[in-house]
């Protein structure tokens, strides 16, 4: 793809914390990939949640379990930042999103400095998708310092501790004999 089109597009798994990490970390290094930005992919329904609601409640309308829930949103957005790289949060709209939590999530975002796109590609297909498209195409301009989480020359402990406290928040990795 990179040799045929201006622009490649990969997914690459659930998650800053698993996906991404993966991605970043370990084929981005063996293929000699450089990314250019990153597209953090969020719904309501998740950050809801994330807040403790229920999963079958998680269609209701509930903005105060939507704001707990946007820790998980943060994370992401903070595991990403670990890797000097842009980044856009997609935020997919669905038919049970009130416009008070969609609201509130482009207010939060903005007033954070993270740059968000309200995607309706579910309702309205490719169009649905323009914004952030664009969006993406700034942060693709953007000078990026890409950089790896931990270096190959690190210890399998060093790689450990490093990937468990900067992409998942551990405050320690503790070694029982087994595991060693």
């Known amino acids: 793809g990179l040799k045929l089109a201006d622009y490649v597009v990969t997914e690459a798994g659930f998650g800053a914390d698993l996906g991404a990490e993966k991605f970043l970390d370990i084929k981005c290094r063996v293929g000699e990939l450089n990314p250019s930005a990153v597209v953090i ?4 329904k998740a950050l809801k949640y994330h807040g403790g609601i229920d999963a079958k409640e998680c269609t209701l309308p509930n903005l105060e379990a ?23 949060v997609a935020l997919n709209r ?16 903005n007033e954070n400095d993270h740059p968000i796109s309200l995607s309706e590609v ?6 649905g998708g323009i914004d952030l498209a664009r969006k993406v195409l700034l942060e693709v301009e953007k000078e990026n310092n890409f950089s790896y989480i931990y270096d190959l020359k690190d210890s ?4 450990i501790l490093k990937i468990a406290t900067k992409v998942y928040g551990a405050k320690e990795v503790v070694y029982t004999k087994k595991g060693l």
């Open 122 to 127: 579910f309702s309205k297909g490719g169009k």
């Open 66 to 88: 939507m704001k707990l829930g946007i820790v998980n949103l943060e994370k992401h957005i903070d595991t990403i930042k670990k890797y000097n790289l842009p980044y856009v």
């Open 41 to 44: 992919v969020a719904t309501i």
């Open 156 to 159: 399998i402990e060093e790689k």
């Open 94 to 109: 669905f038919n049970n999103d009130t416009e008070e939590e969609i609201n509130w999530l482009l207010n939060w975002a």
